[in-house]
């Protein structure tokens, strides 16, 4: 009987881990989305020609302090703007990088 009942607690708790499992799954495949971080549209662009021994690394070191851009959020931008697969680049290609549209305004 003693063995029954700790088998019957013991299946009471895998039930409830189950549960909270198959929880858990559901809410983290609804909430997560294949769509575009927001940041990808927020920003204007400039254009930047590559020179010798430069990296998007280097590039996005560069410029990401005229966003509130992290330089890896830099380089997120910079593949998605110029349909890059990787972070091969080229001396003389051009690329887009962002920029933040800075309005002043005067009397």
Excluded: C, H, R
Excluded at 64 to 72: D, G, H, K, V
Excluded at 82 to 91: Q, R
């Amino acid at each position: 009987m003693k063995y029954m009942n700790k088998l019957k607690k013991g299946l009471d708790f895998s039930v409830i881990i189950l549960f909270v499992s198959a929880a858990l799954f559901a809410w983290t495949t609804i909430t997560s989305s294949d769509k575009e971080p927001s940041y990808l549209n927020e920003y204007i662009s400039s254009e930047w020609v590559v020179t010798e021994g430069e990296s998007l690394w280097t590039i996005a070191a560069n410029n990401y302090e005229n966003t509130n851009l992290s330089i890896e959020q830099t380089i997120v931008w910079m593949k998605s703007k110029n349909n890059l697969e990787n972070e091969s680049i080229f001396p003389g290609q051009t690329l887009e990088v962002p920029a933040q549209l800075t309005v002043y305004v005067s009397e």
